[in-house]
T-cell receptor
């Protein structure tokens, strides 16, 4: 299975840029890399996905090296509301015409300090 | 537009009892999923349904059954609950491969979860 490995926790001051790394050594050729955010007592929420190089959206950037065995989520200028657990599940197609399955690791607990 | 809804929010069962967790989505998604999350752990896929009429096993299917009742609803049944099934259960939905949402093919939308305790 394409499980992922991340730092257990990180602290950052408000207003700083935060980079969270993820290792996915068993990633397969057609797998995608995704990042999700989870607040306590809520389901995960999609942040960003990518296949290779760099992807940017309105909330984050995702950096993926050429070998694709790791990735880095970059959050610019974090605020207190960014305190959450961040997961980097590998995305893999479950069937020829259907589901896009996610394989989660244990996540990184980010704490933003005032 | 409620997104993904789950019932109940909380449930306590005795060992050996059965129950069904309900999930519904109003986003017209083809694919639906059931996950469990144990304390301090990531999510693990129990079962998924690529489209109406199909279901497949995920990583941890033992002790569970599912039914894709229609395109909107996907239920998870515990026939004989065990303490090892104490967990938080999340339902999710997504577009099928080739039909991407604004985030991409792997953007899944999760419900609020059901916290299940088996004593």
């Amino acid at each position: 299975l394409a499980k992922t490995t991340q730092p257990i926790s990180m602290d950052s001051y408000e207003g700083q840029e935060v980079n969270i790394t993820c290792s996915h050594n068993n990633i397969a050729t057609n797998d995608y890399i995704t990042w999700y955010q989870q607040f306590p007592s809520q389901g995960p929420r999609f942040i960003i996905q990518g296949y290779k190089t760099k992807v940017t959206n309105e909330v984050a950037s995702l950096f993926i090296p050429a070998d694709r065995k790791s990735s880095t989520l970059s959050l610019p200028r974090v605020s207190l509301s960014d305190t959450a657990v961040y997961y980097c599940p590998v995305g893999r197609r479950g069937r020829e015409t259907g589901a896009n399955n996610l394989f989660f690791g244990t996540g990184t607990r980010l704490t933003v300090i005032p | 537009n409620a997104g993904v809804t789950q019932t109940p929010k909380f449930q306590v069962l005795k060992t050996g009892q059965s129950m069904t967790l309900q999930c519904a989505q109003d986003m017209n998604h083809n694919s639906m999923y059931w996950y469990r999350q144990d304390p301090g752990m990531g999510l693990r896929l129990i079962y998924y349904s690529a489209s109406e009429g199909t279901t497949d096993k995920g990583e941890v299917p033992n002790g569970y059954n599912v039914s894709r009742l229609n395109k909107r609803e996907f239920s998870l049944r515990l026939e004989s609950a065990a303490p090892s099934q104490t967990s938080v259960y999340f339902c999710a939905s997504s577009e099928a491969w080739g039909l991407t949402g604004t985030g991409g093919a792997y953007e899944q939308y999760f419900g609020p979860g059901t916290r299940l305790t088996v004593t």
